[in-house]
């Protein structure tokens, strides 16, 4: 979800959309590391009504961002002008689509125990893996902007194709999350 969302900002509104979202993706994984090294992850292993929960909020929150998309409409003589969505929500939906993401926050749980060295402070070293994760996505989710953001001027001038952009974002927004909620 979080590369979908990521590329979707990158196309429809530029470079600085994109990075605002890779910011708010790497703070909502950054979150799910340190609640997976807080023990999150092993409330979310140990109660499936919490698991739960949180996996229909994020399911839901992706259908939210595919409706919004079906619901503006732009040509591209319209999305030159198109009003921008401030760098601060699109940091904050980036945020909420990777934190709500319960899978990440056991990825963690699963993952980073692995490397723990039992001589040293658990949660230290458990933030510090969770860290480096989150620096390397961030560094592979920037490319994703750079790549997508290089192509956006080939797509748009495409004149056939943009109409129907909103139509592919939302399908995989709603289709992400219908997937998140069964899976």
Known sequence: PGVVYIVTQTLGQGRKAGLASVGGIALGDLGNASASSLGLAAVFAASSTAFVVVKLAGAAYLVFLGMKALRTRATVQAAARIN???PVRLFRDGFLVALLNPKTALFFAALLPQFINQGASPLGQSL???FVFVSIALCTDTIYVLT???LASTIRRQSGWWPYGRYVSATSFIGLGIY???S
């Open 128 to 130: 510090l893996f969770g």
């Open 84 to 86: 921008r969505t401030s």
């Open 148 to 150: 997508a953001s290089a």
């Open 180 to 182: 998140a909620a069964f």
